[in-house]
């Protein structure tokens, strides 16, 4: 079975510019997480959809961050304007189920933002 | 805010060596998973156990958990330099839906 897809898998901006990821979850799965992974952190979780509602946004800073998932399958996060903290790995994560059971995430690679 | 935290942040060993890695959190959990990740790669998923079990195996690992010490411990046996990585632990609880949230992790270095 195909495994979760993202992209770009690297990009470079100067801060003060904008910038999307997209992900592609396997499919069928119910559950669709993004996560920042700052270096030498732990995944921090941003937003978590269920289908293609939101289950929890309260990490995601909305002022700047913003995240949809398409008729429930395909999801894209967006930073507008980036800030040099924003530097990190970007992570989409997905899941068969909705969590709490014994179904576990699957783990895309990854995109690594350098904010300049 | 991290719900998990790990100990110790790193820990270096020789091949051969076993590695125990714990893990402690804040709050009641449905379940507890480890998960690995190799230097710039995503990560994989190695054990999940729930709350109301208190050991589980799965080859050379061995996860137990005390709930009522909100804590969990990841023993690697027989350490291969392969085994050189960040490890995680990850919990799901309930709070008007399933939330996952992961500790800091230990980096693990296995000496060939």
């Known amino acids: 079975e195909a495994g979760v897809a993202q992209s770009p898998r690297y990009k470079i901006i100067e801060k003060r510019q904008s910038v999307a990821f997209w992900c592609n979850p396997i499919s069928g799965h119910a559950t669709l997480y993004w996560y920042q992974q700052i270096l030498g952190q732990g995944p921090k979780l941003l937003i978590q959809?269920?289908?293609?509602?939101?289950?929890?946004d309260s990490q995601l800073p909305k002022d700047r961050f913003s995240a949809e998932r398409l008729k429930g399958v395909d999801s894209t996060l967006k930073i507008q304007p980036a800030k040099l903290e924003d530097s990190a790995v970007y992570l989409c994560a997905s899941r068969p189920g909705t969590g709490g059971g014994t179904d576990t995430q699957y783990f895309g690679p990854g995109t690594r933002l350098t904010v300049l | 805010s991290q719900q998990g935290e790990e100990d110790p942040q790193a820990l270096s060993i020789q091949e051969g060596e076993n590695a125990t890695m714990n893990c402690s959190y804040k709050?009641?959990?449905?379940?507890l998973q480890w998960y690995r990740q190799n230097s710039g790669r995503g990560l994989v998923h190695l054990i999940l156990?729930?709350?109301?079990?208190r050991e589980k195996h799965s080859g050379r690992l061995r996860v137990t958990l005390d709930t009522s010490k909100k804590s969990s411990s990841l023993l690697i046996t027989a350490s291969r330099a392969a085994d050189t990585a960040s490890y995680f632990c990850?919990?799901?609880?309930?709070?008007?839906?399933?939330?996952?949230?992961f500790g800091a992790g230990t980096r693990l270095f296995v000496k060939a």
């Open positions: 709050t009641s959990i449905n379940n």
């Open positions: 990850a919990t799901d609880r309930y709070t008007g839906g399933f939330k996952t949230i």
């Open positions: 959809f269920q289908n293609n509602g939101v289950v929890d």
């Open positions: 156990i729930r709350s109301n079990e």
